[in-house]
């Protein structure tokens, strides 16, 4: 937190507990988009004490915009690179979302979660973020330097950007928020706008039946939010999710938590041996949609 921002705050939330808002680099942003079981952990007090902070910081710092000014907001894009794909999310990616993908096995989340972190990297005119470095969070063994090089060359990059990738195995549910802890650093620091998780389920496998269900929900309704924070940091985060069947109905595995935190939800079916097509299930700005993409041995292609 800068010296500005806490100054803000002087006199009305003490100095003890600010020095450790800036020493955690928790921002002002942060403060407005942090849970208190959040704050309580990171600066090791209270829940109730989060609770009096995070009121106190509401009244100092939430100001009233008007929704024309919204309006003239222009939003930065992360261009997907087909035609279909990005009409169906009006231009590609908004800068500052959570975007979810779920489907089943085999079905092209993680070539698509290559893909685009390749795109990240390019500049903004050619439809990238212009980001220095890209985090791939790899918690389930998928990621493939061989194949990230194919997707670099096939957007226009070299081999030498591979580089740029910051790729963060984290199987369980601590390494995964220490790997988040280490992108929300990168993207403070504008270094990087671009996370993909691949994926979010895979870290609360081993909770079991009804007994585990209430400290798993916790942990991933913990985990989005720190990927929404990570995102209105300036950043495009992607996660994917794993599919479940209830009876003829495919789901995002999650439940309620994952079913309201993402600003847009992707569904991916492969409906023949490289054709995916995507569907827009569910978006906080966007209309319901279908478009499609076909997996080549070169990268991601119209069909």
Not at 30 to 47: C, G, H, K, N, Y
Not at 127 to 144: C, I, R, W
Not at 248 to 275: D, M
């Amino acid at each position: 937190m800068s010296d500005d921002e806490l100054s803000l705050l002087r006199g009305r939330i003490p100095d003890r507990y600010l020095d450790r808002l800036s020493s955690r680099g928790i921002t002002i942003k942060d403060l407005l988009t942090i849970s208190d079981r959040e704050l309580a952990e990171e600066l090791a007090v209270d829940r109730d004490v989060a609770k009096e902070i995070l009121r106190i910081a509401a009244e100092v710092l939430l100001q009233p915009v008007t929704a024309d000014s919204l309006l003239m907001e222009r939003k930065s894009l992360l261009s997907i690179g087909i035609k279909g794909l990005d009409d169906l999310l009006g231009g590609g990616f908004q800068v500052g979302t959570l975007n979810a993908i779920f489907g089943p096995p085999a079905s092209g989340k993680t070539q698509f979660c290559l893909h685009m972190t390749a795109r990240s990297l390019l500049s903004r005119d050619h439809g990238g973020l212009s980001s220095d470095e890209a985090f791939f969070v790899d918690t389930e063994g998928t990621f493939s330097s061989e194949r990230m090089r194919t997707l670099l060359a096939d957007n226009g990059l070299t081999s030498s950007d591979l580089s740029r990738i910051r790729v963060l195995s984290a199987p369980g549910s601590s390494q995964l928020r220490v790997a988040l802890d280490l992108s929300l650093k990168s993207i403070r620091k504008g270094a990087s706008r671009f996370l993909c998780v691949d994926s979010i389920s895979y870290p609360f496998r081993n909770y079991k039946g009804l007994s585990g269900l209430k400290e798993r929900q916790e942990e991933l309704q913990e985990a989005l939010s720190l990927l929404r924070r990570i995102a209105e940091q300036g950043a495009v985060v992607i996660i994917t999710v794993h599919a479940v069947r209830w009876g003829r109905e495919i789901t995002s595995k999650g439940g309620f938590v994952l079913g309201h935190v993402p600003h847009n939800t992707l569904y991916f079916r492969r409906v023949r041996r490289n054709t995916v097509i995507v569907s827009l299930e569910d978006s906080s700005y966007l209309p319901p949609g279908q478009a499609a993409f076909k997996i080549t041995e070169s990268g991601l292609r119209s069909p």
